[in-house]
């Protein structure tokens, strides 16, 4: 005689599906007090309609009978794993820390710049409370947010003024805005930088409203290219670091002291898009463009980001001429583009170890890691073969000799001598250990 259950269509194996109610009686015995009934009863309808779901895309024939299980009691069991998987998904961030092992220090992909202590506690201590964000405590009445960070800014970089928006790609968008809508706005064809991530220079500009008039080729812009280009309706020349690609042999470029006085002879104001926003010369790696000298180059305003070389939160920072940001600052997409309050205390902390630049490169992880001699993460690497111990029969570990990268858009061709802990797992593919790396 058959058993019922290998008989019927795909309803009798609908009908071996467990109820909610007993599902969650199951959940609840192994879970405890712990969770409330909606949450419980939330994972074993969804693990139950997942499995109805299969079940009738599955049909009635052999994949029907595979996804219905052996029978009501091991089809309960699996339908309950799966409820335990999806409860035990809800409580783990999706986000959450990973180990850079890509040898890229401001790695996007990864979050960029670790925050240094000092910021992260700031950004803990503004969250969980009141702040006086908008506050003046000393004059007892409303106040402007922002204010310390773009102090501290003026003094970092030498700049009249400074404000600050959500990230670089932000600040110029916004700065095109204010300072060339409707205009046309000159940039070397050597300039016409993608940063990723759709950011493109000849479609911000489109966003913006400003008219892209390039000049100059690929490999070579002269200052009388620019000249040329002026006319009545420029409204800006832009300077924009290519901080991702080099154009190396035939070349030339403008420097940013020709372009700023060409721009004062001509009323023509110039904004340069720095990327990544250098507040320091660090050992170890090739100068890249400080924000002070390019302000001191007389730039009317300056875009960087927060994340890259400066080593703190994401955030978009504009420095320059007063008349500039003060207009940026009474335009109504100020509002939409400004910072919060855990972004700024965590800005405001990094920017504040900047003011003694030996602290700023022990403390700010960004700058410790660029400027620390190979011998450093060496010896990291050999604390983490020591503690290896049993498992490294297996995983067959050994400290080697590698190259790092800047990343964050800063120093592409630069190699950084570093050290590296090789692993090669016996009898595991690289991509199998990648994968368990990765689960990890
Ligand atoms: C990185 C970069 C940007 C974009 O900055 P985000 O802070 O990532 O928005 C824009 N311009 C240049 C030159 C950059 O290097």
Redesign the pocket.
Known sequence: MKSPEKTGGISDLLRRLPSVDDLMADLRREEGEGPSDPVLAGAARRAIEQRRQRLLSAGAGPNGVEEGGGGREALREEILREARGLLSADRSPLLRPVINATGVVLH?NLGRAPLSEAAARALLDVAQGYSNLEYDLAAGRRGKRGLPVEDLLRRLTGAEAALLV???????MFALQVMAQGREVVVSRGEL?E???S?RIPDIMRVSGARLVEVGATNKTRLGDYADAIGPETGLLLK?????FRIVGFTEEVSREDLASLGRERGVPVLE????GCLLDIPGIPAEPSVAASVAAGMDVV??????LLGGP???VVVGKAPWVEKMKRHPLMRALRLDKLTLAALEATLRAYLDPEAALAEVPALRMLSEPPEAPGKRAETLLAALGEAAGRLRPEVVKTTSRVG???LPLSELESRALALAPRGLSADEADARLRGG
Not at 166 to 172: I, L, P
Not at 240 to 244: I, Q
């Open positions: 996007t959500n990230n670089n790609a932000a600040a110029v930088i940063i990723g991530g950011f924009a670091h290519t901080s991702n898009d720095l990327g990544s875009t960087f980001s927060g994340d890259k994401q955030a978009g964050g858009g800063a």
